[in-house]
């Protein structure tokens, strides 16, 4: 069996992840060594020496998660579920506060993020609760209101921290599975038209007016360079400047105390300013590539469950990914969301290498599936074969 596991990896995803995480913490020192000195009074190589305990634990959580059978997890959801809830409702009341949010739990030097964990818990709750429910997905009461208060609830949570980022990422992630999930039409806009009442009410009732100033800072960051402009107009700079090939590993000058927290939610301009175009080109095609094999699994696996499980892992991280570098680009507000694999944050990087043991053990079942799957004359009835998803067939949802 282990022969047969390890022969059906798929190793290619694996090496990007790897790439990807290596890269990253090269960037981490980099971008890190100056601020750690000069504003955190500390070794230059303290986020390094950090990081790099976290990339080691997340290996083995990577290896780990790898060869846990995916569907242990659906037993497994209702525990899960409320884990997740106790510990989103603890954090408002006993968490650590940091930049204006209370998200932390910190044991000692170690800081954990709950809110980053409910990404994925999110996710196995959504592709457990539809997977079940494909035969009455048509009703509403029964098949799309359970889902949606949970999601209310989670969000609602995340919101009190305050971790807007965070919460937009749950958001979008849960309506790239809500769309697959073989859902009626009317009941999804009735669900997307509820999220962006969710949207309103936070944009109107829970931002403040520095969250506010995000939205000028992005789009109008020249009105005010000194304070709402002055992180966008920086990141401007280093991407700027740094060419097609960059200014050389470690040569960045905005990583000098003029572009913020440079090892966090901007390390892509420091990429790009001494590693160029090509330097960001090849995190965007690894961080597509990743996605794009997610997407793949997802439509070639034969369960529901494992379906939407993969198409969510890869919604959450390309999603993430968006936000990020359309933040750091003026796209899209600044949020503090942080660049899969490369950002400094243990937290973010434990949640995206359990995520991705978890996508690499899907695809390892979905091939040895393929490898076992009968010739076309001894193929099973077309009557029992499991029901498809709405990413395969869209007639389910109208029927």
Same mark, same amino acid.
């Given at each position: 069996?282990?022969?047969?596991?390890?022969?059906?990896?798929?190793?290619?995803? %694996?090496? @990007?992840?790897?790439?990807?995480?290596?890269?990253?913490?090269?960037?981490?020192?980099?971008? $890190?060594?100056?601020?750690?000195?000069?504003?955190?009074?500390?070794?230059?190589?303290?986020?390094?020496?950090?990081?790099?305990?976290? !990339?080691?634990?997340?290996? #083995?959580?990577?290896?780990?998660?790898?060869?846990?059978?995916?569907?242990?997890?659906?037993?497994?959801?209702?525990?899960?579920?409320?884990?997740?809830?106790?510990?989103?409702?603890?954090?408002? /009341?006993?968490?650590?506060?940091?930049?204006?949010?209370?998200?932390?739990?910190?044991?000692?030097?170690?800081?954990?993020?709950?809110?980053?964990?409910?990404?994925?818990?999110?996710?196995?709750?959504? @592709?457990?609760?539809?997977?079940?429910?494909?035969?009455?997905?048509?009703?509403?009461?029964?098949?799309?209101?359970?889902?949606?208060?949970?999601? +209310?609830?989670?969000? #609602?949570?995340?919101?009190?921290?305050?971790?807007?980022?965070?919460?937009?990422?749950?958001?979008?992630? $849960?309506?790239?599975?809500?769309?697959?999930?073989?859902?009626?039409?009317?009941?999804?806009?009735?669900?997307?038209?509820?999220?962006?009442?969710?949207?309103?009410?936070?944009?109107?009732?829970?931002?403040? =007016? &520095?969250?506010?100033?995000?939205?000028?800072? +992005?789009?109008?960051?020249?009105?005010?360079?000194?304070?709402?402009?002055?992180?966008?107009?920086?990141?401007?700079? +280093?991407?700027?400047?740094?060419?097609?090939?960059?200014?050389? /590993?470690?040569?960045?000058?905005?990583?000098?105390? #003029?572009?913020? &927290?440079?090892?966090?939610?901007?390390?892509?301009?420091?990429?790009?300013? &001494?590693?160029?175009? @090509?330097?960001?080109?090849?995190?965007?095609?690894?961080?597509?590539?990743?996605? #794009?094999?997610?997407?793949?699994?997802?439509?070639?696996?034969?369960?529901?469950?494992?379906?939407?499980? =993969?198409?969510? %892992? +890869?919604?959450? %991280?390309?999603?993430?990914?968006? !936000?990020?570098?359309?933040?750091?680009?003026?796209? /899209?507000?600044?949020?503090?969301?942080?660049?899969?694999?490369?950002?400094?944050?243990?937290?973010?990087? %434990?949640?995206?290498?359990?995520?991705?043991?978890?996508?690499?053990?899907? $695809?390892?079942? !979905?091939?040895?599936?393929?490898?076992?799957?009968?010739? @076309?004359?001894?193929?099973?009835?077309? =009557?029992?074969?499991?029901?498809?998803?709405?990413?395969?067939?869209?007639?389910?949802?109208?029927?």
């Amino acid at each position: 069996m282990l022969k047969r596991m390890f022969k059906n990896y798929d190793y290619t995803l %694996i090496a @990007a992840v790897l790439i990807l995480t290596a890269i990253g913490l090269v960037m981490v020192y980099s971008s $890190s060594m100056i601020v750690a000195v000069t504003v955190y009074h500390e070794e230059s190589t303290h986020f390094f020496n950090k990081h790099l305990i976290w !990339v080691t634990l997340g290996i #083995f959580t990577f290896l780990f998660f790898m060869v846990v059978p995916y569907k242990m997890y659906q037993r497994l959801i209702i525990p899960i579920t409320v884990v997740m809830l106790v510990l989103l409702g603890l954090v408002p /009341l006993i968490g650590e506060e940091h930049n204006g949010a209370r998200s932390w739990f910190e044991f000692g030097p170690v800081s954990l993020q709950p809110a980053e964990f409910a990404k994925i818990g999110v996710i196995l709750y959504l @592709a457990s609760v539809f997977s079940k429910k494909q035969h009455y997905l048509s009703d509403f009461k029964t098949g799309v209101i359970p889902p949606l208060t949970m999601l +209310a609830i989670v969000c #609602f949570l995340i919101v009190l921290q305050p971790d807007f980022g965070t919460m937009m990422i749950i958001v979008m992630t $849960s309506a790239v599975i809500v769309f697959c999930s073989g859902m009626r039409w009317k009941h999804l806009f009735m669900m997307v038209g509820s999220m962006g009442g969710l949207g309103l009410i936070v944009y109107k009732f829970f931002l403040n =007016s &520095e969250q506010l100033s995000r939205f000028t800072g +992005a789009y109008q960051p020249f009105s005010d360079p000194q304070q709402d402009g002055y992180h966008l107009i920086n990141g401007y700079l +280093a991407l700027g400047t740094g060419g097609l090939f960059g200014n050389g /590993l470690g040569q960045s000058i905005q990583k000098y105390g #003029f572009l913020p &927290e440079p090892h966090t939610d901007f390390i892509i301009a420091i990429i790009g300013e &001494e590693l160029g175009f @090509a330097g960001v080109l090849v995190i965007i095609l690894l961080l597509y590539f990743i996605v #794009f094999k997610g997407i793949y699994i997802g439509l070639h696996c034969k369960d529901a469950f494992g379906s939407l499980l =993969s198409i969510g %892992i +890869a919604g959450m %991280i390309g999603i993430q990914a968006f !936000v990020n570098l359309g933040a750091a680009s003026g796209l /899209l507000p600044i949020t503090g969301v942080t660049l899969p694999f490369i950002s400094y944050g243990g937290s973010s990087l %434990i949640l995206l290498m359990i995520s991705m043991g978890i996508l690499v053990n899907v $695809s390892m079942f !979905v091939r040895y599936r393929k490898e076992q799957t009968p010739p @076309a004359d001894q193929a099973e009835p077309e =009557s029992n074969k499991q029901t498809k998803l709405r990413v395969v067939s869209r007639h389910q949802a109208t029927h």
